[in-house]
Nanobody
Framework: QVQLVESGGGLVQPGGSLRLSCVAS????????ASWYRQAPGKERELVAK???????SYGDSVKGRFTISTDNGKDTVYLQMNSLKPEDTAVYYC????????????WGQGTQVTVSS
């Protein structure tokens, strides 16, 4: 059973930065796509950023140029560097892993709250 544990959320002022981390039980990101999603109150969960085992990345339109997703060399941690934060970035951020070849293997973290407010 894969476990994903997020950390790094908190309260930050508009224009500030935060870095989220997601630690997996095992070097799973060699074999799984890793993504960050977020869900704001009253809204649907949306994809923020995705990274493949090969290092390819993609971003939601609302965060392009401000957020960066990356993994460590050991492939057990995925990061989300968030810069120039805006109040509309306020949400619970979730880490997600999907097996590259067997998409039925999907795992979620418990979420970490990010609040952008002055």
């Amino acid at each position: 059973q894969v476990q994903l544990v997020e950390s790094g959320g908190g309260l930050v002022q508009p224009g500030g930065s935060l870095r989220l981390s997601c630690v997996a039980s095992g070097n799973i990101f060699r074999f799984y796509h890793a993504s960050w999603y977020r869900q704001a109150p009253g809204k649907e969960r949306e994809l923020v950023a995705k990274i493949t085992p090969g290092g390819g990345t993609s971003y939601g339109d609302s965060v392009k140029g401000r957020f960066t997703i990356s993994t460590d060399n050991g492939k057990d941690t995925v990061y989300l560097q968030m810069n120039s934060l805006k109040p509309e970035d306020t949400a619970v951020y979730y880490c997600n892993a999907v097996h590259v070849f067997q998409s039925r293997y999907v795992y979620w973290g418990q979420g970490t709250q990010v609040t952008v407010s002055s």
